[in-house]
């Protein structure tokens, strides 16, 4: 218990010494000392000053003049400023009184109240110094006071000013007491996964409603993202979930309460998240033209650098920006994939590749079995130099080619390029930023091998995984189009054995019967043939003399289980009767076929 007590004394004590805590008053007055009932009145004069008496000037009639604010309070969350004077006067027999007169921005007139002493008095108190004290005017949180003191009756040239700025709603004192700075304490947990921020308030004003939202923070406003909640007055408890997006250093969660020109309390539950600043860089193929444009404001010097290993990034000449507005702009960039831009403040720099994907990359420097070959999307001059590496970064010019590319270009340089640390230098001439680039341990074809051997591939000075990788590459190229050819060959034969059945099908359709429908198709068909056969014959019959025609049928092979029926008419008989025989035919004419069909099917 005595520890707690202890405890609270002590940071009350540190409270008041930072200036936390602020004089009450329960009620304004005017106070004078030696036991003075001096009065106070609002006072409102035109009347032009007085000429100096003799002896009466600033110094001699004010001294120990002090302002200070003080704070009235009628019940929680009911207190209110006052303006207090303090001064020391000099009374003599031409002083009747003091005017104290005060006035702040968008007033038209000054104020004044005149503290008058009784006449008995100051005939007792003549040449004696007075104290006098006035709290009775009322101000707002952060308005600036011009005082004025004045004798009454005024004389010119004895008048003291001074402006005096009331204190702001940063003391906690009045962000807890005074209404104009009741913004709410804010308290807040984040919920990463979901991108969540629930939010409580506490100290809120009892009798109004309380609004929050999330913000961007510019430099004088904030814009809204969308994520707002309304606090009602008789809720229980209150808190509220927001929903955010990206983690930005600037965005903040502002509250206030529900009534007009309510003071708004930020808070910024991101504030060094500086990592997720470095986003939104842009780039317009046509012009070439990079540019970033910040999200929150920031104190930064953005540069273009060249990458050189996973964390080292050389700057380019004459490409470095401090951001003093909205927008950071490079012309004519070369969109390598070793670009990058560098963004540099007190906490660290950071390094984002733009065209690390390579899809913006205008050109390309490879090597074939006839050498190197550049290759561009853009028409483009370049500088080409052959050099030697001496060290780890020097590299010494042998041999300088200007190359100009359209599309593609084969290089043939009279140095050597396989030799070790031999190396070619590459930079882009027609733009303002480019990167310079080094290839070097480029691997080389024996041409003269590989001409002379038919296109096998042969190495000088390869490692032997690169060789390794070489022979299988002729190892399984070959073997890819050899299986192909395979496939395609027997797709055709399968297409052609394919189409053969197909046609035999059909034909076996229209003059083959099966052993199934032997019974009624094929009795059909052989019928209707057996009909054809028996007219035809019957015409040639009748063709036929008689005496002919009975020696023809004695001497053919009879089968008596078919028979067909032949008519004539003899010419020369009175009744035209007709002559009919029955006339057997052979048993292989009408099931010939179908036993040829039979055997065709099995």
Not at 171 to 196: F, H, M, Q, W
Not at 383 to 406: D, I
Not at 490 to 497: R, S, T, Y
Request: charged share 20%.
């Amino acid at each position: 218990m005595i520890l707690t007590t202890i405890l609270m004394v002590s940071l009350y004590g540190l409270s008041l010494a930072q200036g936390e805590g602020m004089e009450r008053i329960q009620e304004c007055k005017t106070r004078c000392s030696k036991g003075l009932h001096c009065k106070s009145k609002t006072h409102y004069s035109f009347a032009p000053c007085r000429t100096q008496k003799a002896g009466l000037n600033t110094s001699v009639v004010f001294h120990n003049v002090s302002l200070s604010t003080v704070m009235r309070c009628e019940g929680k969350q009911k207190c209110s400023l006052h303006f207090r004077v303090h001064t020391a006067l000099q009374l003599s027999e031409h002083i009747h009184g003091v005017s104290i007169c005060t006035v702040t921005a968008g007033m038209m007139l000054e104020i004044c109240r005149l503290v008058s002493f009784p006449r008995v008095a100051r005939e007792r108190l003549e040449g004696q110094q007075l104290e006098v004290q006035n709290d009775c005017s009322e101000v707002w949180p952060g308005q600036y006071v011009h005082v004025t003191l004045k004798t009454n009756p005024s004389y010119c040239g004895v008048t003291w000013t001074s402006t005096y700025q009331v204190p702001e709603c940063s003391s906690r004192d009045l962000r807890s007491n005074i209404p104009e700075c009741i913004t709410g304490r804010l308290a807040y947990t984040v919920d990463s996964d979901r991108k969540e921020l629930a939010v409580s308030v506490s100290d809120m004003l009892e009798d109004k409603d309380y609004h929050l939202r999330l913000c961007h923070r510019k430099d004088y406003t904030c814009r809204d993202t969308g994520a707002n909640a309304l606090i009602r007055k008789e809720d229980v408890l209150k808190n509220t979930t927001l929903q955010y997006s990206t983690p930005l250093p600037c965005l903040c969660i502002e509250g206030w309460s529900a009534t007009s020109d309510a003071p708004r309390v930020q808070v910024f539950p991101f504030r060094d998240n500086l990592e997720e600043l470095w986003s939104g860089i842009n780039f317009d193929p046509v012009e070439e033209l990079l540019s970033w444009e910040p999200v929150c404001p920031v104190v930064a010097v953005i540069s273009l650098c060249q990458k050189q290993g996973d964390d080292e990034c050389d700057d380019l000449a004459g490409s470095s920006q401090t951001l003093n507005r909205e927008k950071i702009t490079f012309s004519t960039v070369d969109p390598h994939p070793q670009l990058c831009m560098k963004f540099t403040t007190d906490s660290g720099s950071w390094i984002r590749c733009p065209f690390a994907d390579g899809n913006f990359q205008a050109w390309d420097l490879g090597v074939d079995q006839l050498g190197l070959v550049l290759t561009s999307r853009v028409r483009a001059p370049l500088s080409l130099h052959v050099c030697v590496k001496t060290g780890t970064s020097a590299c010494h010019p042998e041999h300088t080619l200007p190359v100009h590319v359209e599309k593609s270009a084969n290089l043939n340089l009279t140095v050597d390029v396989c030799l070790p640390n031999t190396c070619v230098q590459v930079k882009r001439l027609n733009v303002k930023y480019a990167v310079t680039i080094l290839h070097c341990h480029i691997r080389c074809l024996d041409l003269a091998d590989a001409r002379g051997r038919a296109g096998a591939p042969a190495m000088v000075g390869q490692t032997p995984a690169l060789q390794g990788y070489l022979e299988l590459i002729w190892v399984v190229v070959p073997a890819v189009a050899c299986l192909t050819a395979a496939v395609i060959v027997a797709a055709l034969v399968i297409k052609a054995l394919i189409t053969v059945h197909q046609r035999r099908h059909r034909k076996g359709r229209h003059v083959v019967c099966t052993l199934k429908q032997q019974t009624v198709s094929c009795v059909h068909q052989q019928w209707s043939t057996t009909k054809r056969t028996s007219r035809q014959l019957d015409t040639t019959v009748r063709s036929i003399p008689v005496e002919h025609f009975r020696h023809i049928v004695e001497s053919m092979p009879w089968r008596e289980s078919h028979a067909v029926a032949v008519d004539r008419a003899t010419p020369g008989l009175q009744d035209q009767t007709t002559l009919h025989k029955e006339m057997p035919i052979p048993y292989t004419l009408p099931f010939e076929n179908c036993e040829r069909a039979n055997l065709l099917q099995f």
